[in-house]
């Protein structure tokens, strides 16, 4: 039965965190908190881990196949990089922690998500967003076809935009990953608000990121001894993961953005709100 279970919650992660881009380590932490309390928080990030790169290694290759390609290679290869010594350091640095204070603090952080997504993530401010963009093109004198084309990719990033990815990064690797939640709630936010990215090719980004620190959180976690005897636990979420993260990348082509991430921070308000209550 907790197979089973486990199996669905992996598959229903995989599904949402490949939608938007955020992995679904925000539901597997305060779910297996609740439900399975004799796992000690550095166990739960270690399994969290786990799916949230079966998940973006899944959902990556769900991105790749389809045309146009939503992934932005050179800013995904450019965060990931940066956030390597911060996935690398997060599983040694999560054992110091309290468990009463990661609770909290992870709570705070998912408060934090959902604000940040509801700016980001409103109807009225991606259109706005969208129209600045598509009057800037037009003026540059493309053509309707190719404005369309162009409107579906991330934006020419410059010195400062570069400095921005490498800054925000290096911080999200440390503090996703002590938290077992992925970086995606951060970088989505930040790929859309800060950068002009389209939401989907923001989401594709992200997740294809996911799949490179969580697997180094992964290998830093075994070698720390944090998946002794739960391999099972993140071995089901991991499969369950793998299949839903398909099923979210192909849903990615008929989902607005702005629905997405308001349901997604309403489920972050009401997890967040859980693990302070309890």
């Not at 004799?38 to 959902?59: F, K, R, T």
């Not at 450019?78 to 010594?85: D, R, S």
């Not at 959902?114 to 009225?124: R, S």
């Not at 991330?154 to 925000?168: D, N, T, V």
Request: hydrophobic fraction near 60%.
């Amino acid at each position: 039965m907790e197979i089973a279970a486990l199996l669905m919650l992996g598959v229903v992660v995989g599904a949402l965190g490949t939608l938007v881009g955020v992995g679904g380590g925000f539901i597997i932490v305060p779910v297996l908190l609740a439900f399975m309390p004799g796992l000690g928080h550095a166990q739960v990030v270690a399994v969290s881990l786990v799916a949230v790169a079966a998940n973006g290694i899944s959902g990556s290759i769900g991105y790749l196949r389809q045309r146009p390609m939503p992934i932005a290679v050179r800013p995904a290869v450019v965060i990931a990089l940066a956030t390597l010594p911060g996935a690398v350091a997060g599983p040694l640095l999560v054992r110091m922690i309290d468990a009463r204070m990661f609770a909290v603090g992870l709570a705070c952080v998912m408060l934090l998500a959902a604000m940040m997504l509801m700016l980001v993530g409103g109807k009225a401010g991606l259109a706005a967003r969208e129209r600045r963009r598509r009057e800037g093109l037009l003026a540059r004198g493309h053509d309707e076809a190719t404005v369309k084309r162009l409107m579906e990719a991330p934006p020419s990033l410059g010195g400062r935009e570069w400095a921005m990815i490498i800054g925000i990064s290096l911080a999200v690797g440390l503090i996703a990953t002590m938290m077992g939640i992925g970086g995606g709630l951060f970088h989505v936010p930040a790929l859309v608000f800060l950068l002009a990215f389209p939401v989907r090719s923001a989401t594709a980004t992200s997740g294809s990121v996911l799949a490179v620190t969580a697997v180094a959180g992964t290998v830093m976690n075994i070698a720390s001894g944090n998946l002794a005897g739960v391999w099972w636990i993140a071995a089901a979420l991991g499969a369950g993961a793998v299949v839903g993260a398909q099923i979210g990348a192909r849903l990615s082509r008929y989902t607005p953005g702005s629905v997405v991430m308001r349901v997604l921070a309403g489920c972050l308000v009401a997890v967040a709100v859980r693990i302070l209550i309890g």
